[in-house]
């Protein structure tokens, strides 16, 4: 087992890397800072699965922004194209888990 607290890490940290455990090809905590993003991209390789825990932001996927807000999921497919950006004026973080097809 492997416990942690997500707040002392800073604004990204690697939790599991690729080959640590079956299936789960990463798991990663990201944080931003007012107004920050993420550029739309897409994967082929894997499936991602989000889970906000702090804040609130918008993702926008396929070139449609929806809110996302602590306490929600995101799955996302292999090549469906996403990004986040974080609220003008809240920090936002999510758990992001990457998933071997």
Do not use: W
């Amino acid at each position: 087992m492997r416990k942690l607290k997500y707040k002392d890490i800073g604004l990204f940290k690697q939790i599991v890397g690729k080959g640590e455990y079956k299936g789960i090809l990463f798991i990663n905590v990201h944080y931003y800072r007012s107004g920050e993003f993420h550029e739309v991209h897409q994967h082929t390789d894997r499936e991602e699965i989000f889970i906000c825990f702090k804040g609130k932001g918008k993702i926008i996927c396929n070139s449609v922004e929806e809110d996302f807000h602590e306490g929600e999921i995101a799955i996302f497919k292999p090549t469906e194209k996403h990004g986040f950006k974080a609220d003008s004026e809240n920090p936002f973080a999510y758990i992001c888990i990457g998933v071997k097809i």
